[in-house]
């Protein structure tokens, strides 16, 4: 953020999560129409979908990422991105990174606005789970947080799928004005 430039205050909690060992069950399977598929995306195309997915629950920080760094992030071979399609329209997206091996981190996980409510949320965690647990190995676990400002269910779809809480942290965060998110009334500080 630069020197004087308007921001909105608000407090978050960030709850960080720790799946030790996927849940015994089979692979996940999508329904008719919906697909799950690795990309590779360029700077504008990774940009449009953290900013479709993350606007609602105030993702900020990709969006301060100059477009070298980003691009050097989205060449890593220790990261995964995989979009969700639903009958050939793009519904959301995971991203995980192996950085931290033999952890792997959930990075970024969401749906669009309008495929929210339709049941695909908790298929496409299952999914990335499966990602992480039957293709790595010797994998430790996997770690993904959330917060305050993210989606209600997201804590709970964590903890359902498996996670277990590790620990809890209060944050404040400046939000600049210029990258136009809705702040919600109850986050802020």
Known sequence: MAPGEQAD???????????????????????????????????????????????????????????????????????????????????GFFETDATPWPDVNLNYFGLLPGFIGQGLGGLLLAAAIDSVFIQASPLRGMTVNTCTADHPRALPNYLAAGFVET??????????????????EHLRV
């Not at 919906?34 to 900020?60: F, K």
């Not at 990709?62 to 995964?80: G, K, T, V, W, Y």
């Open 9 to 91: 205050r608000i407090a978050v909690i960030v709850t960080f999560l720790r799946l030790n060992a996927r849940k015994p069950a089979p692979p996940t399977i999508f329904p008719p129409g919906v697909s799950l598929a690795t990309e590779q995306l360029d700077v504008a195309a990774y940009r449009q979908i953290y900013n479709e997915v993350g606007a609602p629950w105030v993702w900020w920080l990709r969006r301060l990422m100059p477009d070298d760094q980003l691009a050097r992030h989205l060449a890593s071979p220790s990261l995964c991105i995989k979009i969700l399609w639903v009958n050939g329209e793009i519904a």
């Open 167 to 184: 620990r809890r942290v209060r944050e404040i965060w400046d939000i600049p004005r210029r990258l136009g998110l809705v702040v919600p």
